[in-house]
């Protein structure tokens, strides 16, 4: 059973710098890729960006190019967002998912999923 939880969730000014954690566990934890996605109130779930597990590649939604990175630490089986600059439309839950399928845009491709961390920016 893989497990997923998102932490470093919180209120920041526009501008600023948040880095959300996602740490899985299970007994052996595989997978293609582990994925960020984000939800805000009245809108559907989209995505945000994605990193391989066992290579380099890395995919980001425009709206967060050149602002949010996404690294991982294998050994920990922990995937890290960081965001910077952020603006108020940036606010949602954001929420990791792992994929075992290369289609790492496709949402419901996803089978495991965190519960989630509220990140909110102010104006």
């Known amino acids: 059973q893989v497990q997923l939880v998102e932490s470093g969730g919180g209120l920041v000014q526009a501008g600023g710098s948040l880095r959300l954690s996602c740490a899985a566990s299970g007994r052996t934890f595989r997978a293609y890729a582990v994925g960020w996605f984000r939800q805000a109130p009245g809108k559907t779930r989209e995505f945000v960006g994605a990193?391989?597990?066992?290579?380099?590649?890395?995919w980001y939604a425009d709206s967060v190019k050149g602002r949010f990175t996404i690294s991982r630490d294998n050994a920990k089986n922990t995937v890290y967002l960081q965001m910077n600059s952020l603006k108020p439309e940036d606010t949602a839950i954001y929420y990791c998912?792992?994929?075992?399928?290369?289609?790492?845009?496709?949402?419901?491709?996803?089978?495991?999923w965190g519960q989630g961390t509220q990140v909110t920016v102010s104006s």
């Open positions: 990193t391989a597990w066992t290579d380099d590649m890395t």
């Open positions: 998912a792992r994929t075992t399928n290369i289609n790492v845009l496709i949402t419901t491709l996803y089978d495991y």
